[in-house]
């Protein structure tokens, strides 16, 4: 992974989580997933930014079949699929050291309450994946939905079995996580010291003025068509 600087992913997910409530046309929101996908090819994500790709083709292709058949799953997959770039530029954050992250954000001298926010929500992600793994585990082995397909087919009953005990597991990850946080010094108030740079390089600036350009595009775009 590219050595992008914390600040330039938080700034980059902040515009983008923005401009995906924004767009007037389809192909202005494109414009967000391909810039999604050039950022994750920025970072060294480039198996993770093809995966996405090929996730979000073959979710356009089932909203062209889906609605006549599970319309449930339809606005499942249309709000899935207006979050993607959001969720594609959150993986580079996402897989950055914790470490660094709360450097850069001491440093910046965000507010203690709101670094355990931010760094619960970071290590929460990978958590809550492992948890919906452990969970369809224990559904499949007692035969509720033996396949994947199996859940398309039923979208409320896999809502009641996967995603309600997932909300109870969730409120007791948040608090061993917090508590986590601050076993390791977050509430220290001396300096903090790391083995990680928080500078400024080009690939920032690269990644900065792709960024520039792709909103550049999606703005002015919108106001001409």
């Known amino acids: 992974m590219r050595n992008i600087d914390p600040r330039t992913h938080l700034v980059v997910l902040f515009a983008v989580s923005i401009l995906i409530f924004l767009y007037d046309h ?3 929101f494109d414009v ?3 810039f999604g996908a050039c950022y994750m090819i920025l970072n060294g994500l480039w198996k993770k930014a093809i995966s996405a790709v090929v996730i979000y083709v073959a979710m356009l292709l089932l909203l062209k079949i889906v609605p006549n058949i599970f319309p449930a799953m339809a606005v499942f997959l249309f709000i899935t699929t207006r979050v993607f770039p959001m969720f594609m530029v959150g993986t580079a954050l996402v897989l950055v050291p914790g470490s660094r992250i709360l450097y850069t954000l001491d440093y910046m001298k965000v507010p203690k309450p709101i670094l355990i926010l931010i760094m619960v929500f ?13 969970i369809y585990q224990g559904i499949k082995v007692r035969s509720i939905f033996p396949t994947p397909l199996d859940l398309l087919k039923k979208p409320l009953v896999a809502y009641e079995c996967i995603v309600v005990p997932l909300m109870f597991r969730c409120l007791k990850l948040s608090s061993e996580l917090a508590a986590a946080a601050e076993i390791r010094g ?5 300096k903090r010291t790391t083995v990680y740079t928080t500078t400024f390089d080009a690939t920032d600036f690269t990644a900065m003025l792709s960024g520039c ?3 550049s ?3 002015v775009g919108g106001r001409v068509l």
Do not use: S, V
């Open 32 to 34: 967000l997933f391909i």
């Open 217 to 219: 595009i999606y703005l």
């Open 122 to 134: 970071l290590r929460f992600l990978p958590m809550i994946l492992k948890e919906i793994q452990i």
């Open 26 to 28: 389809q192909w202005q």
């Open 213 to 215: 350009i792709a909103f």
């Open 186 to 190: 977050i509430e220290c108030n001396r």
